[in-house]
């Protein structure tokens, strides 16, 4: 019999009908063969699943935990973690929490509310109490659980680690489709990094690319580099990728702040600050309106030779968790400054929905390095004339793969496997990558790259599944997930 745990972590009827309607199609698929549970953040999306999905089973939620669990002696506890914990800092994990630290540097524009030490350190230690408890509890094969955006999923990664328990991450829907279709892939880490994917990328190293995969690859590289987010959002989205420099929750700001006063903050850490949130939608008005001349009318010219680095949007999970020490784009965007050869400017783009959200002094501070530039020019341009592309963990990794620039991710991603990526361990690793590349034409003079990177791409494909994370496509992940239990452990090895 084969035990899956489902993790349904963040509160909300969306989610909690994904995952009943996801693990009624795997115990269903499974025909008796696994034996789903499922455990939630609040109580009412526990009951939520057990109406859609009886046969399932509910293990309870976080919330009931911490009302019926004894008081205990947090900072015991908090050292108690650390011991037998000791290749996890929990204080990484808990600063990557948007809601609890301003770890993006947007000093006030994301509106999050500062916590004390004693909240953030109970907090953490009544999560990995919770799903230590649930893993003492029973012999689970695996766990499901989405992309580590917040807390209590950051922190469910690491339990199921020190329990030897296999993770399934559930990746983001790919907005870079095959043919316009929708897909993802598993993955088995906080980092989405895929053993699927790895493994036909080994495999697929040992023997030479057919035409007809070969045309599939051409045909995505160009998909990959002609990509139009903005369009592509607003298609899917049905809404427009720049955001108002308000929040969305605008347009329904009574039912927004009801259901935000009946959340208790002690299981729903993400309860916003009323005043925190006014303030920073204030601030994001008049930020954006500063820095609309700043960057709205950047000079197009793009110096030449150069750097580039777009920068991401925050805050995320792409830079919280994946890029953790990097989160700070003001720092990294100075250290990759210090790092670049002399001769070469360091060109940048701010992120388009990412305007408003930080001080303008921000970026007077930097175009006060005089090897720094601002440039609106379109990504794909700017990608076009420079000598390399660095970033933290974006898809602009992919792209610059696509259009055979070498791509530097500093982060950690699900594509840094890829041996055309360059992933320096330091600043000063960088500024010798950077030589390597620019100076001494390392990437250029590297016949086997187009190979490589052929490779990875296959590779991406094959591992992807069709289907969307919603409860209409909850049946396609079901099979993608007991495929990657065993079902169908011998399709891996007949596709390559």
Request: hydrophobic share 40%.
């Amino acid at each position: 019999m084969t035990r899956l745990l489902i993790l349904c972590p963040q509160g909300g009827r969306p989610e909690a009908e994904f995952n009943a309607a996801m693990a009624d199609a795997i115990q269903k698929r499974g025909s008796g063969q696994v034996a789903v549970s499922v455990a939630c953040l609040r109580k009412v999306d526990g009951e939520t699943i057990r109406k859609m999905a009886p046969s399932v089973r509910v293990l309870g939620s976080f919330e009931e935990f911490r009302d019926a669990s004894d008081r205990i002696d947090i900072k015991s506890e908090a050292l108690r973690l650390a011991r037998d914990y000791p290749s996890v800092n929990w204080w990484s994990i808990a600063i990557a929490e948007r809601h609890i630290v301003d770890a993006s540097f947007l000093l006030g524009g994301a509106g999050h509310s500062p916590e004390s030490q004693e909240f953030v350190e109970a907090l953490v230690v009544d999560s990995v109490r919770y799903f230590e408890d649930i893993f003492r509890s029973g012999q689970f094969s695996a766990v499901v659980a989405g992309v580590a955006d917040t807390l209590i999923i950051h922190v469910f990664y690491q339990v199921a680690r020190r329990f030897g328990v296999r993770a399934l991450a559930l990746s983001p829907n790919a907005w870079i489709r095959e043919d316009g279709k929708p897909g993802l892939y598993i993955g088995r880490d906080e980092y989405l990094h895929s053993d699927r994917m790895e493994a036909l990328y080994s495999k697929l190293s040992r023997r030479s690319l057919t035409d007809a995969e070969r045309q599939r690859v051409e045909a995505y590289k160009r998909a990959v580099s002609e990509f139009n987010m903005a369009q592509t959002y607003t298609t899917i989205m049905k809404r427009p990728f720049v955001v108002s420099a308000l929040s969305p929750n605008v347009k329904r700001l009574w039912r927004y702040l009801r259901d935000n006063a009946a959340r208790r903050k002690e299981i729903e850490y993400y309860k916003i600050d009323v005043s925190e949130k006014t303030r920073a939608n204030v601030l994001r008005i008049w930020r954006r309106w500063r820095s609309k001349h700043m960057l709205g009318a950047t000079s197009l010219d793009i110096p030449q030779p150069c750097v580039f680095f777009p920068m991401q949007y925050q805050p995320e999970q792409t830079t919280l968790v994946g890029g953790l020490y990097f989160a700070n784009q003001v720092s990294v965007i100075e250290n990759i400054a210090k790092a670049l050869p002399f001769g070469h400017t360091l060109v940048i783009k701010e992120h388009p929905r990412g305007r408003g959200a930080r001080p303008v002094w921000q970026y007077r501070h930097l175009q006060g390095f005089p090897n720094i530039r601002f440039c609106d020019a379109g990504a794909k341009e700017i990608m076009q004339q420079s000598g390399a592309v660095i970033t933290i963990t974006s898809t602009v990794g992919l792209e610059a793969m696509a259009m055979d620039k070498p791509i530097i991710v500093l982060g950690d991603v699900y594509y840094d496997f890829a041996e055309a990526v360059y992933k320096p361990k330091s600043w000063s690793e960088l500024a010798q990558t950077l030589r390597r590349i620019l100076i001494d034409r390392e990437y250029e003079k590297n016949t086997q790259r187009h190979a490589v990177i052929d490779r990875f791409f296959l590779a991406y494909l094959m591992a992807r599944v069709p289907g969307l994370l919603t409860k209409e496509g909850a049946p396609a992940i079901a099979e993608a997930v007991c495929n990657e239990l065993g079902v169908a452990n011998e399709a891996l090895a007949r596709a390559v």
